[in-house]
């Protein structure tokens, strides 16, 4: 499992490790946390004077000082055929049918052999037959209209597509930042 890092403003930059995670929070860089559980607690050694044993609690989510790594302006998510079909939920934008991810290919709307992107607005998740089918031109030509139309996700559901194992306080929280229409709701 990984700690979602985020701006001051609470905009995800990065998936982080536990260690680096841990090494904002002893820097002092983290401004606010989230989680219901740290997602690890580290052990050091033994204070002298005390004799206790020092600790550091690393949260799932860690809010960063300082500006943005990153700029948000013009930037798509990383397109990735396995994000598709998440974004899609594993269904047929022809026939409506879900499948495996191994069951599924990517369907170009306007094919590539006629200028077709390979573009979130373009690709669509497709069962082998349908795709078979559709062949080497567009819904209107094979006369298969989409069932749902193809989208870009927006920050808080690229972090959500990327597929990591997240833990369920980190995916409501991220849940609860995603458009009303977002079929990742």
Known sequence: MEVLQLDITGMPQAWISVQDAASHVASRAVVWSLGDEPMAVLRGGMNAATGRQSTLEVPAIV????????????????????????????????????????????????????????????????????????????????????????????????FLLKGRNIRADVHQWLAARLPRASRLS
Not at 68 to 97: I, M, W
């Open 63 to 158: 809010a960063l000082r300082g500006a943005s790594r990153v700029n948000l302006f013009n930037q798509l998510p990383c397109y990735a055929k396995s994000k598709v079909l998440r974004r899609d939920r594993h269904t047929c934008a022809y026939c409506g049918e879900q499948a495996p991810e191994r069951e599924l290919t990517i369907d170009h709307i306007v094919p590539e052999s006629r200028g077709g992107a390979l573009s979130w607005m373009n690709t669509v998740a497709a069962c082998r037959a349908c795709n078979a089918t559709k062949a080497d031109r567009t819904p209107e030509q094979a006369g298969m209209p989409l069932l749902y139309l193809p989208y870009v996700p927006n920050r808080h559901e690229d």
